[in-house]
């Protein structure tokens, strides 16, 4: 059984930087492509970004790109979210997500794909 837990999230200033961390708990992390979303207050819940099984090939919303960073520790079993200039607008919980792929340079951007998911972290960014 596969388990998530993300840490980092907290309450910080616009244009700070906070790095989220996710754990998987589980075998063979190395076969999931992971992904990260967000729900903002009274909004749905949106891609950020995804992540191949090697961590070659990553995607990110356009509303973060150029300012997050995705990457992964196929030794340590984490997945790591580093976001640089935090604006007010990334205020939301974060997930992290997973998805067992046979596929080795593929990642999915739609919720509807991803199998396992983490509680969330609430990351605020005061103005």
């Known amino acids: 059984q596969v388990q998530l837990i993300e840490s980092g999230g907290g309450l910080v200033q616009a244009g700070s930087s906070l790095r989220l961390s996710c754990g998987f708990s589980?075998?063979?992390?190395?076969?999931?492509?992971m992904g990260w979303f967000r729900r903002a207050p009274g909004k749905e819940r949106e891609f950020i970004a995804a992540?191949?099984?090697?961590?070659?090939?990553?995607s990110y919303a356009d509303s973060v790109k150029g300012r997050f960073t995705v990457s992964r520790d196929n030794g340590k079993n984490t997945v790591s979210l580093q976001m640089n200039s935090l604006k007010p607008e990334d205020t939301a919980v974060y997930y992290c997500a997973a998805v067992w792929t046979p596929f080795t340079s593929i990642y999915y951007v739609t919720e509807d794909k991803y199998t396992y998911w983490g509680q969330g972290t609430q990351v605020t960014v005061s103005s």
């Open positions: 992540l191949s099984r090697s961590g070659q090939d990553t």
């Open positions: 589980g075998p063979h992390f190395s076969m999931f492509v």
